[in-house]
């Protein structure tokens, strides 16, 4: 998988061997090698945080998935698995405006 900004795909986290969705944030356009890919992962634990941005409406997720902002990770290209599909503009725009809230940018 060539993982690319605004994709959610499985990512192997190291988590119970298991593979989770997330959240491609890395741009496309950089001209740096690019050995890690910076991600959000997606979890079914809403604890009603403005740092979780809601993507239920999507037919690639479970009802109940939330983007998980403070849980921002890096990981290596390869961990990357599988393309679910990309996510709408609007639930890109909120998971960068949650990301701007945690960081005071």
């Given amino acids: ?50 740092l979780e941005v809601p993507l239920g409406h999507l037919a690639i997720l ?9 849980a921002i990770g890096s990981l290596p290209i390869i961990r990357f698995e599988k393309r679910l599909g990309v996510l709408p503009v ?3 725009e909120a998971i960068k405006q949650a990301l701007r809230t945690a960081c005071v940018l």
Avoid: C
Wanted: charged share 20%.
């Fill in 90 to 92: 609007a639930d890109l």
């Fill in 1 to 50: 998988m060539n993982p690319r900004h605004g994709e959610v795909g499985f990512v192997d986290m190291g988590m119970a061997a298991k593979t989770r969705p997330g959240i491609v944030l890395i741009a496309d356009n950089l001209n740096a090698p690019r050995s890690l890919i910076i991600y959000i992962p997606i979890t079914r634990q809403n604890r009603g945080s403005q």
């Fill in 62 to 70: 479970d009802p109940q998935s939330v983007a998980n902002v403070q």
